[in-house]
Structures are given as C-alpha cells and as structure tokens.
C-alpha cells in the first residue's frame, strides 16, 4: 500500500521557476519508476518525465530541456524542477509510483502560470 502526497503547486507567471515534490509513504521496501504527468481541463493525461530506481530519465517533448526530475530514495520522495514556464504548463499535475508491478497516483497538485 502506496499513498502519494504531491506538493509545490501555485500560481506564478511565466518565465519563472516552481519546483513540486511528492513523498510516498506506507509498507515500502524499494520503489521502481517515479514520475509525473500532467492534466489540463478536456485534454488527455501526458507524461511530464519519469525516473527509473538507477536514475534513468525521460520526459515529454514539450518539457524537455526546461524541467529535470529527480528523486532521493532514502526519502522516498521525487521532485519535479520546472523552469522557464509558459502558460501551456498550467495544468493539474499528478505523482505516479511503480511499486511491486502496481501503480499509485496522487490527488494531483494545480500549476497555474499567468501574468
């Protein structure tokens, strides 16, 4: 049993920097794949990046070279750098976890980039 507690979301204009973090917590032993992914109102769900348990990355085009994921295994925690936002970033974005060849997802955490 996996629970997943996302965090860092807010408002901020474009052009700035946030950075989220999710903690997974309950029975944990090793945890494999860590990511996220985002959702905007009427759009599908996209993977933002992910993260292997040896540090192996991967992210979304549209993302890639503006956000870095990583992760502190001790804390069972992954963290989503992002910079140089745009208002196409505004989005719920949500933790996922592969533990034990099952997947967790968070509630989500809402990333609004206005001026």
């Known amino acids: 049993q996996v629970q997943l507690v996302e965090s860092g979301g807010g408002l901020v204009q474009p052009g700035t920097s946030l950075r989220l973090s999710c903690a997974a917590s309950?029975?944990?032993?090793?945890?494999?794949?860590m990511g996220w992914y985002r959702q905007a109102p009427g759009k599908e769900r996209e993977l933002v990046a992910a993260i292997s348990s040896g540090g192996t990355t991967n992210y979304g085009d549209s993302v890639k070279g503006r956000f870095t994921i990583s992760r502190d295994n001790a804390k069972n925690t992954v963290y989503l750098q992002m910079n140089s936002l745009k208002p196409e970033d505004t989005a719920v974005y949500y933790c996922?976890?592969?533990?034990?060849?099952?997947?967790?997802w968070g509630r989500g955490t809402q990333v609004t980039v206005s001026s």
């Open positions: 996922n976890v592969q533990y034990l060849r099952e997947y967790y």
């Open positions: 309950g029975s944990i032993f090793r945890i494999n794949t």
